[in-house]
């Protein structure tokens, strides 16, 4: 059976666990919705911000061309063929200052087709080594088929498309570097008469792609419409390239609009991606890892903070339904004693609550009970002598031990001791049966001096017996220290016979294994007796 604090206490913690369990959860769920939410802010800000700078720079360079495009173009109105050389002297100077006012430039050229003019050929300007544009003998086109797209991509799409084009990557033949280029192709009266463009280096792009970093190992990375790759930070390990850009074009994983989730050598990754004007797509990755990061710190906190005030709240009711309880126990222990015929208790608890009254009742109760049973042991179970409990008195408590014994089935804890005083008969023939009695009063006082919590019966002429249960039963072998000690203290300070206490002892344990009544443990305490009497009469003959 459970106690009322037991339960009160599990209730209590179940209750509390179950709240801090509800809370948490809510709490931890919202930090993950939270954290989430401030990973794809990031995310997409971060790709946005270096889209934005890309754009611009991609836009200056637009401008620049098609400003140089448009006033050659408004100079080649009524203009005679004739003049077509100095046009293209003018373009020389006007795109010279144009170019060196754009960032990244690499290359500018104006070329003329051989369609329009097989003498004037345009003008190309680099500058490879960082000190100023130098001029550059013009690619000799009159070698290709100004037709075909696939050759000569810089010349022959703007002439196709007639549109300005943003070209992917490409290394020239004659410079041997990879430029990027945006070509706009020049008419004249609705006749194609060449391209200019500008071709920025392909370090200025990936420049302004590795400066796109988030978290500690994020990166960015670009590929054009068809998914080819114009910039990866790992540009020298094309195989590893090509299976990120794989696993970047598996669409089924897409998460969100421009947002997907990839695996990448064994990493979770994420990423947000964002159309350029030129075609091209700028991707921002990241790990898994190190996008939760953040919001999973948080939620070991809030788990380590939800088990401390789990602790805290807990240590706080335990003590609550210990206080609360302590009477409810009391009044148990109180109880279980009154059972046994035991009155001897005090209860303090005089709260006016359901338990102060229930304790008030108790001791009225209790108290009337002990007034009638002193005075029916008075007349029945009271020896007349020694005023303690008689053979009547013991037969009935063996008989409520007995009961209480078969119901608990071998787990009742208590003990048997049996006294027995010597030399009455010595101190009856020589002093007289008077002062045998003051002896046997004597004795009877003691035993229920030393066991002070336990009933003491008085069984025979000079035979006593006690019941050793709870309190005494758990400090026996101090009560029998107590015992022989103080007896031997007696003897030694007084002279009189009939006023020592000269009293053999035997004490009997219940063993269930042994034990099968309570008669079997009085038997077994009466055996050590004499057995102790035995040897306190050797030891005398043995002194004298």
């Known amino acids: 059976m459970h106690s009322i604090r037991t339960k009160f206490a599990f209730l209590t913690v179940s209750t509390i666990i179950i709240t801090i369990s509800i809370a948490t959860a809510i709490a931890l769920f919202s930090i993950k919705k939270l954290g989430r939410d401030d990973s794809d802010l990031m995310i997409h800000l971060t790709c946005t911000t270096g889209a934005l700078n890309l754009e611009n720079y991609f836009s200056s360079v637009e401008n620049s061309v098609k400003t140089v495009a448009m006033l050659v173009q408004d100079s080649f109105e009524d203009m005679p063929y004739e003049n077509l050389e100095n046009q293209v002297e003018h373009a020389r100077n006007l795109f010279g200052r144009v170019a060196y006012n754009t960032n990244g430039v690499l290359t500018y050229y104006f070329r003329i087709d051989p369609e329009l003019s097989e003498s004037v050929k345009g003008f190309w300007y680099t500058n490879q080594d960082g000190e100023g544009f130098k001029e550059h003998e013009v690619t000799d086109i009159t070698q ?34 990879r430029v990027i280029s945006y070509n706009v192709p020049v008419y004249w009266e609705d006749r194609f008469v060449g391209v200019i463009g ?30 080819n790759v114009i910039y990866h930070p790992q540009m020298d390990d094309s195989v590893k390239i090509n299976l990120e850009v794989s696993a970047v074009d ?24 964002i159309p350029l004007s030129n075609g091209m797509r700028l991707y921002v990755a990241a790990p898994l890892s190190e996008i939760d990061k953040s919001w999973h710190s948080m939620v070991w906190h809030i788990l380590i903070a939800a088990l401390i005030i789990l602790l805290i709240v807990n240590f706080i009711s335990m003590s609550f339904a210990n206080r609360l309880t302590k009477p409810l126990h009391e009044l148990t222990e109180a ?42 042991n008075e007349k029945v179970y009271i020896d007349a002598l020694t005023s303690v409990r008689n053979k009547r008195g013991y037969g009935a408590y063996i008989q409520k031990l007995q009961d209480q014994m078969d119901g608990c089935e071998g787990s009742l804890q208590f003990a048997f001791g049996v006294f027995d005083c010597n030399n009455l008969k010595l101190i009856n023939d020589s002093y007289g049966h008077d002062k045998g009695d003051v002896y046997l009063v004597t004795a009877s006082q003691f035993i229920c001096r030393i066991f002070q919590h336990s009933p003491v019966f008085r069984i025979g002429g000079d035979e006593f ?20 000690n103080s007896s031997r203290e007696i ?54």
């Open 250 to 273: 598996e669409t089924e994983r897409a998460i969100g609009r421009n947002h997907i989730q990839y695996n990448f050598e064994g990493v979770e990754k994420e990423a947000v991606w």
């Open 144 to 177: 290709y088929d100004t037709n075909d797209t696939t050759k000569l991509v810089w010349f022959t799409v703007p002439k196709a498309t007639g549109n300005g084009v943003w070209l992917p990557p490409y290394y020239t033949e004659n410079l041997d570097v």
């Open 465 to 484: 017996a006690v019941i050793l249960q709870y309190d005494d039963y758990n400090n026996m072998n101090a009560l029998l220290d107590s015992f022989k």
């Open 198 to 227: 500008i071709g920025i280096d392909y370090k200025i792009l990936a420049w302004e792609a590795e400066n796109i970093r988030l978290y500690e190992s994020g990166y960015a990375f670009i590929l054009d419409e068809d998914s």
């Open 335 to 376: 109880a279980k004693h009154a059972e046994y015929g035991d009155y001897d208790f005090e209860l303090d608890y005089d709260k006016d609550d359901e338990v102060g009254i229930l304790t008030r009742t108790f001791k009225e109760l209790t108290s009337h009970t002990k007034d009638h049973i002193d005075d029916l």
């Open 491 to 544: 003897c030694e300070s007084v002279e009189n016979k009939w006023e020592q206490v000269n009293v053999a002892i035997g004490i009997a344990i219940y063993d269930p294994e042994i034990d099968a009544s309570v008669i079997d443990v009085a038997r077994r305490a009466d055996q050590l007796m004499y057995e102790n009497k035995r040897h306190r009469e050797k030891e005398v003959s043995d002194f004298s």
